[in-house]
């Protein structure tokens, strides 16, 4: 057995323990005096553990002497009190085994040297192994750790919403299809078109932009659901907070209304905050140094802020007072843009903000109709630093009205039978918001593009790997 | 606010507490005295509140008696001890407030009357109302947050591993393409092939069958990681062990090996059943009435038991001399069919199975070659009651025989670029092994077709929902 190095760093060993560790060389410096001090990482935690390497060891000159970055070490020894002030524990090696060489060290592209965030984008799979990337990776580990465990504490099921959907009424000129038809050779049907019929699914089936729809079926027979799964997105955008693929968690609440949701979605961002906070305050401390300052400071303010609830209305008639030029225009039924909402929530109320109550034109058609006619049951949530993080609604639950909206919004009521069956049979008010995890990683890491966020970005002209 | 009813059913409240619960009718009973009883489900347990209404609320001749399964209700009331000997706790209503009328009770699909299995799959929107698939779904959620604890408690980090690939290489004639070609008019280029340079990714793409190989760039990295996603396999099987889309959990480990692969699936698939002992007992009490009787002795047994190892040289000198007659043939080189590996778990060993050291050719290229160069570190295990559950490996650490299996497979090693620079730059032995969900939830709840354990089940000819 092995020790990983977060134990010896939560100091549940002692100076003159024996351990074992297995992990890669970060760094090497040989000292005059005949011996070498190795940083050994095993991605357990930040700070990678001192090994003392004396020249005693038998393979010190063949091997030791020639370690360099990512080279692959079983090291046995004591633990011992360090004279350094950074580290409480090194480990004075007895035994090290070089279990892998990295072969042409100059030509590693992980060499010690800093690289540009891009460049590592490059070399997605040997990323990881920077401390930058170790760092995203562990804390998008505990963001999601925290996400599931604040929903199975409060009751909610974990829903697996389907990835491959045949509705293709969500909007599918910005989806995926999903086919297993040969291409150099497509079956056609007696009007010369693709014959769909003859595909896996015997007709077009698409990648989901959203499991929203699916979890209101399970909301509405288990009252309380979230999904937690990857979603898709074909739109050609090339921006730092867009990925072609990304994963989504989707709370849906049965009994349940806007200002409960807006209240979820607020506990929610503060329980993320608050456990990355206590568990990786090693990598934000890092972070801080690499990417953003007042990183921490950030995130302690989040937690510890009430959230400002606005109505649309009011957040247009401070656009439009705040004496601002902004490059889109201000005014009751636009789509308020990045730079109306970093304006309400970094400049005017310096804390996170809830929009609410949007004009129905610009959303979607389940969102409750609210009695004025005009504006619908909908949340936008804002915080400082990013703008948009939380998008939810109130859903329509009433029948009537749902049909009247889908036959205004020029669709079909027959592509919705399922999903208006839920307000035949038992209907109830509910409502439920989404929260796309990778910009929540690049809110809480500082990094700004959500690339570097996920493991393997996908993004058009790019599935590597 | 109002109260779930699992908090009623786990004794926090007492007799004379005043509550409001909101949920759906399951069954309503009317007495001669002028009372009815009402059964009233909210999914947060197996057992349903008995609400009892007596003929003095306002709307008892105008609503109550109209209640059908499926409405939807807003109780207020005490609760009383009750007479009956299942329920501590019943409501004594003060108020019901009728939220949503079942349209046309005589036709709801979900009508009380028992539904056979299938016609609740051809209704997957409204079946997780009933008590079956509501059990299913609290099961697995008690098994995706078990498999989450488990991992997070032993220090793995999740790692989302990409759901389109580009990477053709892990066997394209069973993965379904992602495109946004238009298949109306296909861009060709000018040897007149379908020009997949325009596409999205610039490059033919497709829906991951697993997410190993990106696993493993993290194990070399970060030491201790899992997946836990959607994944995909294109075959036209239409059995009850096969889905189009399936969710599957693979840790890989650094520094590791075969044996350790198998102690660590042992120690998993024990957590799990133990996870769901305790935490839903009550739905294990009804699947064993519905579907299995034995069920909750099944799930003890296996908890308790020490998994048997035995190389698969022995477990096919076994099946040669137990004197069956198998279907399939046996003999050293043969895969192990469903028959064979429940002869072994089922008959000769009354244990879960651990198989390990798999002939090579019928492996995958990626597994460690054993000294023996006939065999590979692979492993199934083997359950009771549903045969193969987890399939693994140690993988092959050294690039020259990697590269070596590459090339006697006629595959092409600048394929495998990326991964075989994993044994370039400090490669490291590493183990891991897939679960698939959906057959975990089957052998936990007993059911026999994993389309009753995944809500909206993908299959050859169904996308539906």
């Known amino acids: 057995m092995h020790t990983a190095i977060k134990e010896i760093k939560s100091h549940r060993y002692g100076d003159g323990d024996a351990i074992v560790v297995k992990g890669w060389v970060r760094t090497r410096r040989d000292s005059k005096s005949g011996v070498s001090f190795i940083n050994v990482y095993d991605g357990s935690c930040f700070e990678p553990l001192q090994v003392v390497a004396p020249d005693s060891l038998n393979n010190y000159g063949t091997e030791v002497l020639k370690l360099t970055t990512g080279c692959s070490l079983i090291v046995s020894g004591r633990l011992v009190e360090s004279h350094g002030k950074q580290q409480a524990l090194e480990l004075r090696a007895e035994q090290i085994t070089v279990v892998g060489w990295v072969e042409d060290p100059e030509s590693y592209p ?72 040969d291409l150099q050779q497509l079956p056609l049907d007696e ?126 008639a401070i656009l439009e007072q705040s004496g601002r030029e902004f490059e889109f225009p201000v005014f009751w039924g636009a789509d308020l843009s990045s730079e109306h909402e970093r304006y309400l929530t970094e400049q005017h109320f310096k804390a996170p903000v809830v929009v609410k109550n949007y004009p129905k034109d610009i959303k979607s058609f389940y969102m409750k109709l609210n009695d004025d006619g005009k504006t619908v049951a909908a949340m936008d949530v804002l915080a400082p630093g990013i703008g948009e993080i939380i998008g939810g609604s109130q859903r329509e639950h009433r029948l009537d009205i749902l049909d009247a909206r889908i036959q205004e919004l020029g669709m079909k009521l027959e592509d919705y039978d399922w999903y208006r069956q839920l307000r035949r049979y038992g209907t109830v008010p509910h409502a439920g918001f989404g929260l796309g995890l990778e910009r929540m990683v690049a809110y809480v890491t500082g990094l700004g593009n959500v690339r570097d966020t996920i493991p393997f970005p996908r993004t058009p002209r790019n599935a590597s790997f």
Chains 1, 2 share one sequence.
């Open 110 to 181: 992980m060499s010690p040297k800093r690289h540009s965030i891009e460049y590592l984008r490059e070399h997605a799979h040997l990323r990881p192994r920077t401390n930058v990337i170790g760092s995203v990776a562990r804390i998008r580990n505990a963001i999601s750790q925290a996400i599931h465990r604040f929903f199975s504490e409060q009751g909610f099921l974990w829903v697996a919403s389907p990835i491959i959907t045949a509705s293709d009424c969500e909007g599918a000129g910005e989806m995926f299809r999903v086919s297993t038809l």
């Open 191 to 316: 009007k010369g078109e693709v014959d769909f019929d003859q595909d896996f699914f015997g007709k077009e089936a698409f990648l989901t932009v959203s499991g929203q729809l699916n979890a209101e079926a399970y909301a509405c027979a288990l009252s309380k659901v979230y999904t937690f799964g990857p979603t898709f997105r074909a739109e050609n955008s090339n921006t730092s907070r867009h990925l072609a693929e990304f994963w989504m968690v989707e709370p849906e609440v049965a009994f349940s209304d806007l200002d409960e949701s807006a209240a979820l979605a607020e506990s929610l961002l503060k329980a993320i905050c608050q456990a990355v906070l206590s568990e990786r305050r090693d990598d934000l401390q890092f972070l801080s140094g690499f990417v953003d300052a007042d990183l921490i400071g950030r995130l302690e303010t989040l937690v510890g802020s009430d959230f400002i609830h606005i109505n649309y209305s009011d957040a247009v």
